[in-house]
């Protein structure tokens, strides 16, 4: 692929994540890292879409930040404080074909996940408030995705839709700045930060459109089956490279 068509796809794969994530409140990360990983090699990929994700979501959490319940979020932000650096450390360490591979099963088996409602005693209470904050962090540092565990201790706590998209937010925002702060910044080309900016700016715009016009069910639908096709790709894409 040309430089031309790879910077071109960039642009397209932020713009589709954005969009999602503004239509249902989370999913960019699912959607993005898989094209961002192959395109940037998995370490910058997953790096950028740190950026990508906390910045989408602290300008969601501007409008919505009254739901945030600071309380409840305590354990799961400490939680991914405490992993983080452990995912940081693996994304460095580890061979591209290897972190290929690892993001694909990653992808894959939360959207899988997430599509069943997985429910489990250990995902309720503190405890599991604690549990899905540590595979969150070492998830979002390492891999990217770090909403599935929190999507997962969101249903086994019974919240609500309009419950959860204030705090799923506000949780992209902290986990996604102790990433970037842990990693850094990736190391890119000022046209791609251009059109990685271009690209959310966009997708935003288009979200916030069709959001009051799609039914959640199919939206959600919409985002998983993306996520899934993307982790699958990634993943056949590692195994072959090993």
């Known amino acids: 692929m040309s430089s031309e068509w790879a910077a071109a796809v960039l642009g397209c794969?932020?713009?589709?994540?954005?969009?999602?994530?503004?239509?249902?409140?989370?999913?960019?990360?699912?959607?993005?890292?898989?094209?961002l990983a192959l395109l940037l090699g998995p370490a910058s990929g997953?790096?950028?879409?740190?950026?990508a994700s906390g910045a989408i979501s602290a300008s969601g959490l501007a409008s919505t930040w009254r739901g945030v319940r600071p309380a409840t979020m305590l354990p799961l932000v400490a939680a991914a404080a405490v992993t983080v650096p452990v995912g940081a450390?693996?994304?460095?360490r580890l061979?591209?074909?290897?972190?290929?591979?690892?993001?694909?099963?990653?992808?894959?088996?939360?959207?899988?996940l997430v599509m069943r409602g997985l429910r489990a005693r250990a995902l309720r209470g503190r405890g599991g408030a604690v549990a899905a904050g540590a595979a969150s962090?070492?998830?979002?540092?390492?891999?990217?995705?770090?909403?599935?565990?929190?999507?997962?201790?969101?249903?086994?706590a019974g919240w609500t839709v309009r419950e959860f998209v204030p705090n799923a937010q506000f949780y992209g925002v902290v986990v996604n700045a102790f990433s970037v702060t842990v990693k850094g910044l990736p190391h890119?080309?000022?046209r791609v930060w251009l059109l990685a900016a271009a690209g959310l700016a966009a997708g935003e715009v288009l979200g916030r459109f069709l959001a009051p016009r799609t039914p959640e069910r199919a939206a959600?639908?919409?985002?998983?089956?993306?996520a899934l096709g993307g982790g699958l790709t990634t993943l056949v894409k590692g195994l072959t490279s090993l």
């Open 220 to 226: 959600r639908l919409t985002v998983l089956l993306l």
């Open 137 to 156: 962090g070492l998830m979002n540092a390492s891999a990217g995705v770090g909403g599935p565990a929190v999507s997962l201790y969101a249903v086994n």
């Open 95 to 112: 061979p591209d074909p290897v972190l290929l591979t690892c993001t694909g099963v990653v992808v894959t088996a939360a959207v899988l």
């Open 89 to 92: 450390w693996l994304a460095v």
């Open 46 to 51: 997953v790096a950028l879409s740190n950026c």
């Open 188 to 190: 890119l080309t000022g």
């Open 13 to 35: 794969v932020v713009f589709a994540g954005a969009a999602v994530q503004r239509l249902t409140g989370v999913g960019f990360a699912l959607v993005a890292v898989p094209g």
